[in-house]
């Protein structure tokens, strides 16, 4: 069979089409996005996104108990929002075969916690595997929607960041020639979850869970590679490939599975040693339950819980080899990362920062409004939460405080999860401000479409969600919607609505610099007059990456510099300029 | 197990310039050479305009995906500053394949911060090889200021095992088609550098 180089995300996608997937469903999350972006190739698979996870786990339910074969993807905390859905259908179980892949982000290295998804397995009581490398990525995925049928239950696969953003070569198997038979069945005894009918589901869920551990412990997927006796290692994951790069000779009981854990299996091959490691990534979660089982093991007291392992980590923990890194003789200047040049949202977070407003943020590229020096964000919890927030923190400010909230959302997170906190804060008479930053795309993930794109997943034209009119239905009456490129009217019409005494709007609306459709068509590049550059740094306030310093040699003044080669023309640099120092580049 | 020699390749550079397309090539020179071949890196809020990383490691079997630390063979830097950060991963021995170009940071742009002087001086303080790319001069000169890329990889493939057919073949298979010429042709200026 042909043999490619594929990341973990590609290898997600290529099992769903092996595996006989004809529906997926998602909503985009670092480092899950590419899997449905991979998936849309596949002509057989109706594949979409989401508002938000919940949603797309509904969908894939719906789809499976139409009798098809389907996979929904989510980051780590897209879990926490899909969780009613996904610990309802743990009890119905699947008619057709249902995976959901779960991307956790160990590190943070684009997210807001790093929580361990394993738990949500043992949690819903589902089973769970956990891939090490793009290759069993592919035949672990491919397997979980056998195992799926039968078992009749949702399954889990895990990822992290090092799987689903590592390339590895992969042998591609031969797609399912016959699709799975759809239709309406009836069989509301399984899907109506009425209590009388939970009640007679749950047992068969426990008993599901026995029946795997046992089953766990002679399938492939869990083995046993033969060093040389001395030390025992048990291991899931990208850890795996950790361990067997730091201890090239121990014996290694690798799992594949690693929810229900195949317990038989476990006792026997910890009898072995004297010297038994657990080597994972996160929460002692093989640990703790290798230990309710009765055996000593050695692991979270020597590997980190914090952050994402690496050999280096590996081989500190257990002083195999250290190393001592020589660090330069210099402090270096960081690079963070930064809204790009001819950002729609650097004005927004100027004007915020120049009204001193007190903003409770969300997530997405405008959480970087916290980094200096526009230094114009206070609060970012999660997807949506800057409405709520801003309604809670009102409650309990005075008058000249209350004015000063102000929520910054952006349009596909206010559709993923931002509507209802608006319901809320004009149900019940709050007086905040709320921002939807409309850049018309999902941003940070990059750039996928959402409902009020105006495109769906495969670039067909949809439906464009009208967030003025949703605002409005809510019961906001004073919404607004302006250019950010305006540096005078964005912070005149934000300070007039922090006045108001009620709920007020304003909607934010320029296309990122990057958008996809409608190609954004960027201004001619600027540039600085140095004659009337007078050295006041006003144009540096915006912190945009086309400007730069430039100190004076030998006592002159310095002045500021645009690389015309990364400027985007917004000109929101000239309206800051007092002295009329910028100009427009002649081509 | 001890004679399972791997190579390590650190590319470094901001988020944005594009060291995407030069990693896909490079795996996939030395996947069609007969290597096992594993490559690493982070998407998402990390690439706005930040440092970015990619591991690169080959060979006969190959575990991890992410380089041990201090273990890089090869550093392969796209800017200057980013490749001096990354300098403690290279071995003394190892060799350093750097872009000559210089990207301000925030706090440089905002004059709050000096951006480091000599870094080429130091580069070579530090470790054996250090070869400097005039990668922007020379994709010009191949008709296509956006072949950088490949002007880099053509420098780098000096210090690698795969053949200059087998760099031919990669990229006439990742590079769409009439871009051939000017990556070719970059990667030829980039491969007389060393």
């Known amino acids: 069979m042909q043999k490619t180089v594929l990341s973990g995300n590609e290898a997600f996608a290529r099992a769903a089409y092996e595996a006989g997937v004809t529906v997926a469903s998602a909503y985009p999350g670092t480092p899950s996005t590419e899997i449905l972006e991979n998936i849309i190739q596949y002509d057989r698979i109706d594949a979409s996104w989401a508002p938000n996870e919940k949603v797309a786990l509904e969908v894939g339910i719906g789809a499976s108990i139409g009798g098809a074969r389907t996979i929904v993807t989510m980051k780590h905390v897209g879990v926490n929002v899909a969780a009613d859905p996904l610990f309802t259908f743990s009890y119905t179980g699947v008619r057709g075969g249902l995976v959901l892949v779960v991307a956790d982000d160990p590190e943070m290295h684009s997210s807001q916690d790093e929580q361990d998804s394993r738990q949500y397995a043992r949690f819903a009581k589902v089973p769970m595997f956990e891939p090490a490398d793009s290759q069993e990525a592919l035949d672990f995925t491919r397997l979980a929607f056998d195992v799926s049928e039968q078992f009749d239950t949702p399954v889990l696969v895990r990822s992290t960041t090092r799987i689903s953003h590592s390339k590895s070569i992969v042998e591609l198997g031969e797609p399912l020639a016959e699709l799975p038979e759809t239709g309406l069945v009836r069989d509301p005894g399984k899907f109506v979850m009425l209590p009388s009918n939970a009640r007679v589901r749950h047992p068969l869920v426990e008993k599901r869970l026995e029946e795997m551990s046992e089953w766990a412990c002679s399938q492939g997927f869990n083995r046993i590679e033969k060093g040389d006796g001395q030390l025992g290692i048990i291991t899931s994951g990208v850890a795996y490939q950790y361990a067997r790069e730091v201890f090239p000779t121990a014996d290694i009981l690798k799992l594949g599975l690693v929810y229900p854990l195949p317990k038989q299996m476990i006792r026997d091959f910890a009898a072995r040693y004297k010297t038994l490691y657990v080597i994972e990534e996160l929460d002692p979660f093989i640990e703790e339950q290798v230990r309710a089982m009765g055996i000593l093991v050695t692991g979270k007291d020597k590997v980190p819980i914090c952050g994402e392992l690496t050999p280096g980590r590996v081989r500190e923990a257990f002083s195999v080899n250290p190393q001592t890194l020589e660090p330069v003789e210099e402090t270096l200047p960081p690079r963070p990362p930064n809204m790009c040049p001819g950002c729609p949202h650097r004005n927004v977070f100027h004007a915020l920062n120049r009204l001193k407003a007190y903003v409770t943020g969300d997530i997405g590229c405008y959480t970087l409004g916290f980094m200096p020096p526009l230094s114009a964000m206070d609060t970012c919890i999660c997807m949506g939460a800057s409405i709520g927030n801003a309604t809670g923190l009102s409650k309990v400010l005075n008058e000249e405080e209350r004015k000063k909230v102000v929520a910054v959302i952006g349009d596909s997170t206010f559709l993923h999860t931002g509507i209802n906190g608006l319901m809320d804060m004009v149900y019940n008479k709050s007086t905040a401000t709320v921002l939807i930053l409309d850049n018309s795309t999902t941003g940070m993930t990059g750039r996928q479409d959402n409902p009020s794109t105006g495109y769906t997943l495969d670039g067909e034209t949809a439906y464009q969600v009208d967030l003025e009119a949703i605002c409005k239905a809510l019961g906001v009456k004073h919404v607004v919607t302006i250019d950010p490129f305006q540096v005078d009217n964005t912070r005149a019409v934000i300070r007039e609505a922090m006045e108001r005494p009620e709920v007020s709007v304003v909607i934010t609306r320029r296309p990122c610099v990057l958008v996809k459709h409608d190609v954004v068509k960027t201004s001619t590049p600027l540039f600085v007059d140095q004659d009337k550059c007078v050295a006041c740094k006003a144009c540096l306030s915006i912190g945009c990456p086309a400007i730069e310093w430039v100190s004076g040699k030998d006592g002159e003044k310095g002045h500021c510099r645009i690389d015309r080669l990364i400027c985007n023309g917004c000109q929101v640099c000239m309206q800051l300029c007092k002295f009329d120092a910028f100009g427009v580049c002649d081509d | ?194």
Not at chain 2, 13 to 42: P, W
Not at chain 2, 166 to 184: G, H, T
């Open chain 2, 1 to 194: 197990m001890t004679d399972n020699k791997i190579t390590n390749i650190l590319m470094a550079g901001v988020g944005g310039q594009g060291t995407l397309l030069a990693s896909e090539i490079l795996s996939e020179v030395l996947m069609q050479a007969g290597y096992d071949v594993k490559k690493a890196e982070v998407h998402g809020m990390a690439q706005r305009g930040g440092s970015v990383v990619s591991h690169v490691r080959f060979g006969e079997k190959v575990y991890s995906p992410i380089i041990p630390e201090g273990e890089a063979d090869v550093l392969f830097g796209f800017e200057l500053l980013e490749t001096y950060r990354y300098l403690p991963q290279v071995k003394k021995t190892g060799a350093v394949v750097v872009n000559n170009l210089r990207i301000a940071p925030p706090s440089v742009a905002l004059g709050k911060a000096e951006y480091p002087q000599d870094i080429d001086r130091k580069l070579k303080q530090r470790v054996d090889k250090v070869r400097i790319v005039e990668g922007l001069q020379l994709a010009e000169q191949a008709g296509n200021s956006k072949a950088i890329n490949t002007v880099l990889l053509g420098a780098l493939s000096n210090t690698l095992e795969p053949s200059h057919e087998q760099w031919i073949a990669a990229i006439k298979s990742l590079v769409p088609e009439r871009f051939q010429d000017v990556n070719l042709k970059a990667f030829e200026l980039g491969r007389q550098v060393g």
